[in-house]
Structures are given as C-alpha cells and as structure tokens.
C-alpha cells in the first residue's frame, strides 16, 4: 500500500470520527429531551408495583408527567423547525445536459478515473472557485423520499474558468473537488452534514425579520437551541471538513498531478482578472443601468492584456491556441449571458430581467453606452450642483453653457477652512445619494422570477440584494475627483477629437489617435486637493482641449 493510499485511508478514517461526534452531540440532546419521560415511566412503574407509594410520590409523579410532557412538546416543535428550516443554496446557473454533453462526459471520466460517484448534476458560478453542494433538502428537490437523500450532491463550476482554462486544465483543477462525491456518499457523513445545515437554516430562519409576535418568539427559540448546538459542533464540522477535503486532495493526486499544480496558476490569474474585470468595468456600466453580457469573454480579452502588459505573463498567451473549456459547452454564449446577469444581480442589486433601465450591453456597445454616458451623466451631476450653490458661470455671456472652465475656477478659487472642494465634494456625494435612492429596486423583478420558479436566488433566502458588494462606499472627495474627470473627458471629446474607450483591466477610458491616456488623474486630484489648476492647464494645453468651449451633457 502507497503512502498517498494510506493517508488517504487515515483521512476517511478522521472525517468519519468527526461526523460520530457530530452524530454523538444530536444523540446527547435527544437523551436531554427523553430524560424526564423517563424518570416519568420509572415512577408509574414502581407505582404500579407498589412501591414510592403516598400523596408526596403521586404529586412527584404527576410533577415530573407535566414537565416530561412539556419538554416532549418544546422539542418536537423544535425538531419539526429544524427540519422545516431551508438550508441556503448558492446562487448558480444550472447546466442540463443536453447543453452540455462533453463537460458531463469529461466529469464523469473524471469519477470513473478517481473511482468516486459522479455529481447528480452540475451548475455555473459568477466566481473563480469550484466546489460540491448538496441540494438534497426537499424545499431544493421538491421532495424528501430516501432516493432524493442518496442523491449525489451537485458541482459547482466558476464559469471564468471555463473560458479561461484549457480543457486538461479544467479536468485537473476539478479532480479534487469531483473526488469529495466519495465522502459525500458516506452515510455518516452525510448524516452529520444534514444536521449542520439544517442547524444553521434554523439560526438565519430565527434571526429573520418580518415575523408577527406570534411567530418570532418561537422562531427565536429555535434559533437559540439551534446556535448552542452549533457552538457544540464547531470544531468537529470544521475538522471533518479538513479531513474530507485533505482525503479529496490525496485521492486526486493520482489524476492529472503534475499538471493541475500549473494548472493553479492559473486559478490565481483568473481570480485577478475576474477580480479586476468586475470592479474597473462591470461596476460603471451596472451604475450606468447596464449589464455586460459577455462577462466571462471579457476575462479572456482582460488576462490576454495583463499578459501584453505584464513580462512575468507572456507565458500565458501562448495556451490560448488549445482548446478552452468553454467548448464542452454547446452554446457557451447563452450560458455567459446568464451567469453575467447573476454576477450582476449578486455584485451590484440588478433586478432579474432586462428592461429599459437595465438592458444588456455588448462589448463593442461599450465605449458609447457606457463610458460617453458616465461622462455625460456626472457632468451633468457636477454642473447641477454647482448651480444649486451658486456658482456662477465662467462665460457672462452665455450664462447657460456648460464649460470646464467654470468647474476649474471655483475649485482654484478662495473658500472656506477645506477650500471650495470640500463645499463642492459634500454637494456631489449628496446628490450621489439622492440619484441612488430614486434607482428603480429590483424586486418586482426578482419577485417575478421567483413566482416562475427561475430565479437562481429564490433558494438563497431573503437577505437584500446585493448579496457582495464589490467596493465600499465611495467618500466625498473621490466621488468629486470622479466628476472632474468625466467633465475633462467630455471637454476633450467635445473640443480635441477624442474618443470613449474601454480599458480590459481599468474600465472607462480616455483615447486619444486610438491610444489610451492614463496620466489624468494626477493633474485632476492637484486640482480637486490642493486647488492647484496649473498641471491640469499643461495637460489640457498638450492635449488641444479648449476648457472654455461648451460641454454636452445628458
């Protein structure tokens, strides 16, 4: 026997020590539950045999009958919440088979190789990981018969790695997770899952608002039992866990090894560009009431420029010729589209259908729909706000042109203790607001998806969307030097013939003769900071733009 066989025997062997504690602290509070109905039946039964007789006994027995009546009562509404409580399910994008039938060919070669059950089904992540889920609840399987509970859990599958990754890469990188279904498939361990899960939907269903007096308070109850026998399997569920996934690994080593610890770089890498790719140019454009709809081709175009920017990735291009993952699938635009609508909707709060304020917007679309109308938009915002405080115009003679100039000279003139920046920056991040809370909410829509039986999220729960907000809130004087920019940028479309564009790895850009300017921001936070206009009138001066021209707006 190899030492890979041997500790991977070790590992099973740990984990199903860990889920018999586990099974061990739900017996322990079962043998809490019975004890006075026990202590009950003893004392009716030396009764009957005539011992502990008296009026003292019969009231101790009538005593005891009460309480293990009550406990008894207490307990079965507690199990039946418990066991009535939906566990959460991640937000994914179901892949059918006969949309995919090579990807479900190439997982269950993978099972065959690994000698492990293949997943019951397999489904898409808008995120860089892969993992196995169990959706054998009857609220995620409309049923609850023995067949549904031996059903194998589902592969979860993060779609950037399908359109990253070559095939063999793919196959390698699921190896370990696909080698879990073995464990999974163990009665002790699942048993010991069941109950984890079905301990922490009871918490979230007793920490859930919108509940009358009637229901919270024995909501809350439940969801009290259910945190301290949560607190009492902490450190077993965690430990089973790690040994579950370190048996996974070790049995995985036999597939694909070598290959699969390259194969991680490129994990990392597409985590950076997913990471990057959502952050610097989704987040404008879901703003803006646009969604882009080839999110996950994005992550190609994304990592083949760091690759052209970045010497230590020049490597990377060269994959590009063999086959990607993405082909397993047989119409992988119609799957990029819906796992972009759901990264959407998790990231940003988008409702679940498209619509006017929300519409889908392709790459080439991109520079016009969103970058020119993010321009436009917070000009209009920076303008407005400067009229509200009485700013007035640079040009007396059109008092109602819009210009550059003016925005330059308020903030490069005298003010208070912070300059005019501060006055102007707390105005902009008032009016941000206002403009956000005015957005259209997505839940009609979200609420008509889930009444269709569609909706990724109806099995999530109730949290508010979004689930994962990429960035914090913005402060004042960012959102400030955010506005003065966009307003050079039209200047400069307007008066220099440049150009919208789109950077793969910074979002909205500034082209000028077709090649991007990314030395803005320094003359832009001199003016917005320091009241300094100086680097910004170089730089205007440079690029031919007429700060005094007028500006159009949205």
């Known amino acids: ?35 006075p109905a026990a202590v009950a039946v003893v004392l009716f039964a030396a009764a009957a045999q005539g011992h502990l007789g008296g009026p003292v006994w019969d009231g101790v027995r009538w005593a005891v009958l009460g309480v293990a009546v009550v406990v008894l009562l207490v307990a079965a509404a507690v199990a039946v919440a418990v066991a009535r409580a939906r566990p959460a399910v991640s937000p994914t994008v179901p892949v059918a088979e006969e949309g995919a039938p090579d990807l ?57 790695f399908l359109w990253w990754m070559r095939v063999a890469e793919l196959r390698a990188v699921l ?50 039992v259910a945190r301290l026998l949560l607190r009492a399997c902490r450190e077993h569920a965690a430990e089973m ?10 049995r995985a080593q036999g597939v694909d090894y070598a290959l699969r610890i390259a194969a991680q770089e490129q994990v990392g890498l597409a985590y ?46 060269s994959r590009l010729g063999e086959r990607p993952a993405c082909d397993l699938l047989e119409e992988p635009g119609i799957a990029d589209e819906a796992t ?48 509200a405080m009485g700013v007035p115009p640079a040009s007396v003679a059109d008092p109602a042109v819009p210009t550059l100039a003016r925005v330059m000279e308020h903030l490069a003139g005298p003010g208070g203790p912070g300059g005019p920046g501060e006055e102007l920056a707390a105005g902009i991040g008032a009016a941000v607001a206002r403009d956000d809370a005015q957005a259209p909410a997505p839940g009609p829509a979200q609420q008509t998806a889930s009444a269709a039986g569609a909706d990724p999220l109806d099995l999530w729960g109730s949290d508010p969307l979004p689930l994962f907000p990429l960035q914090p809130p913005r402060t004042g004087t960012e ?75 949205v």
């Open 1 to 35: 026997m190899s030492g890979i066989d041997v500790g991977e025997e070790l590992g099973a062997r740990a984990a199903q020590a860990r889920a018999l504690a586990l099974l061990r602290i739900r017996s322990r509070a079962l043998a809490v539950v019975i004890t």
């Open 104 to 160: 479900y060919r190439l997982v269950r070669d993978l099972a065959d190789r690994l000698g492990v059950p293949a997943p019951s089904a397999i489904a898409l992540t808008p995120d860089c990981d892969s993992w196995l889920e169990d959706r054998t609840h009857r609220a995620h399987r409309g049923g609850a018969g023995r067949e549904a509970r031996n059903t194998a859990p589902v592969l979860v599958i993060g779609s950037p």
């Open 175 to 224: 190896a370990p997770v696909v080698a879990g279904t073995d464990s999974s498939a163990h009665p002790d361990i699942a048993a010991a899952r069941r109950f984890v899960r079905g301990l922490d939907a009871a918490v979230a269903d007793g920490a859930a608002p919108g509940r009358g007096a009637l229901r919270a308070v024995p909501a809350a109850f439940t969801g009290w």
């Open 241 to 250: 866990e790690r040994c579950v996934a370190a048996t996974a690994s070790m």
């Open 272 to 317: 950076a560009g997913w990471d990057r790719l959502l952050t610097r140019v989704a987040l404008p454009a879901w703003r803006m009431g646009r969604w882009p709809s080839r999110l996950d081709a994005g992550v190609v175009s994304a990592l083949t420029e760091l690759s052209r920017r970045d010497r230590l990735a020049d490597g990377f291009t």
């Open 340 to 387: 972009s609508l759901l990264a959407a909707r998790l990231f940003h709060g988008g409702p679940a259908e498209s619509g006017p304020d929300w519409a889908p917007v392709d790459w080439q679309q991109y520079p016009d729909e969103v970058v020119d109308r993010k321009w436009r938009t917070e000009a209009a915002r920076l303008h407005r706000v400067l009229d």
């Open 479 to 553: 959102l400030l030097a955010d506005h003065v920019a966009a307003m050079v940028c039209c200047a400069a479309v307007d008066t220099a013939g440049a150009a919208p564009g789109l950077d793969w790895l910074d979002g909205p850009a500034l082209l000028v003769d077709g090649e991007r300017r990314a030395d803005l921001a320094v003359p832009v936070l001199s003016l917005v900071e320091d009241g300094d206009p100086d680097p910004l009138r170089s730089w205007l001066a440079e690029m031919g733009v007429r700060s005094d021209k007028p500006v159009r707006l």
